[in-house]
């Protein structure tokens, strides 16, 4: 691993191990991947603004997040079914988020148990849903969820069903009968069982089993059913960071599901800016989508991001070597970012503000 240094270079490394429909399906976005292309883009287009003359002999990169302290303002972004890459899955990743001290949102895909990944780790783990139409399963799964110590909830909001993905279709990507949504009824995931081509069984399972008519008026009903704080993923604009803060989230995912969703939707950072403003500090406003540098943590915390969650490297690092893996990309963003902050001259979080950006 010691020639592994930056996060492209695990990415390269991961892509020679896996089989390439598998690699297609993570590395993948919806349509034409405008919008894969355009997180990274919007990233690159941004320069830094570093302060000189500062004393920076102690950077400080610890934070709290819902009340648990994190030592850096990063996270695991929610993937499905880690065992596609690695026979440990889930509580592989869940074993490194707790050996950096950062939080893990699992997926409501994910392909060990709840149960399983909260033995794994000491990190905060917050669980993503999607909006079931089989309510009395999403109502169990929360309730498991509850029982496993769950921090929080995650509804991701960006995906009334899943797009159609290009590579799937033409690699004819499956999912190996061993890797399996561990939490989720079989009833429920009966449709992909059935149908063999499972790239576009994702999809036509999400047509079946998602419900697409929910609104943010149902968002009292996931409320009613637990007291653990809710966060929306992938709201892009501030007209819906306004409603749902209006509903009563405590907390923001700004992101256009790293590309997988609506193509040529805006890069998550370019809308991190008018979410910020009109939540006004009232909820944390967390981003995703591209990011791959400490640089570009920065760029983020710079536009107010209060933490930023990485998707595809963590299963980069997975893939190639485990929670061994998973550590070192997690370690290498978070020594990055620590480098950026002393460069900058802004050592602790709350010297980071809109100044440092442009
Ligand atoms: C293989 C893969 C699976 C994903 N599965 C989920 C999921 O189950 N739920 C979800 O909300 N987002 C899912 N996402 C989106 C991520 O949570 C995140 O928004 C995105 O990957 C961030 O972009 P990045 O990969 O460029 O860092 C998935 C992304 C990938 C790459």
């Not at 690699?171 to 449709?191: H, K, R, Y």
């Not at 930023?308 to 978070?334: E, F, I, N």
Request: net charge neutral.
């Amino acid at each position: 691993m010691g020639d592994l240094l930056c996060l492209e270079d695990w990415q390269r490394a991961a892509q020679a191990r896996l089989p390439g429909p598998t690699w297609g399906f993570l590395q993948g976005g919806s349509g034409a991947e405008l919008t894969v292309a355009a997180n990274r883009a919007a990233f690159d287009r941004r320069v830094l603004r570093p302060r000189v003359l500062v004393d920076v002999t102690k950077p400080d990169l610890g934070t709290t997040l819902l009340g648990d302290p994190l030592r850096a303002p990063l996270a695991i972004a929610p993937m499905a079914y880690h065992r596609l890459v690695h026979p440990d899955g889930e509580v592989a990743t869940a074993r490194a988020a707790g050996e950096c001290g950062l939080p893990f949102v699992v997926s409501m895909f994910a392909s060990r148990t709840l149960a399983d990944i909260a033995a794994a780790t000491t990190a905060p783990l917050w669980l993503q849903l999607y909006w079931l139409r089989r309510r009395d399963a999403l109502a169990d799964l929360v309730r498991r969820a509850e029982a496993a110590g769950v921090r929080a909830l995650v509804l991701t909001v960006d995906a009334p069903r899943v797009a159609k993905r290009l590579r799937d279709l033409r690699s004819g990507f499956a999912l190996p009968a061993d890797v399996t949504a561990a939490n989720i009824d079989p009833a429920a995931m009966a449709v992909m069982a059935r149908t063999g081509e499972s790239g576009s069984s994702i999809q036509s399972h999400s047509r079946e089993q998602f419900d697409a008519a929910i609104t943010f008026a149902d968002l009292a009903w996931l409320r009613a059913l637990t007291p653990l704080p809710l966060l929306l993923k992938g709201i892009l604009t501030a007209a819906d960071a306004r409603l749902a803060v209006e509903h009563g989230v405590d907390g923001i995912v700004v992101s256009n599901h790293g590309g997988r969703q609506l193509d040529s939707a805006i890069p998550a950072i370019d809308a991190l800016g008018e979410v910020v403003e009109v939540v006004a500090g009232r909820v944390p406003v967390l981003v995703d989508g591209g990011v791959r540098r400490g640089t570009d943590v920065l760029k983020a915390l710079a536009l107010g991001a209060a933490a930023v969650l990485l998707g595809r490297p963590v299963l980069h690092g997975l893939a190639v070597a485990g929670a061994g893996g998973v550590t070192a990309v997690l370690s290498t963003l978070r020594e990055e970012l620590e480098e950026a902050m002393v460069l900058a001259g802004a050592p602790r979080l709350s010297d980071v503000d809109a100044e440092l950006v442009r």
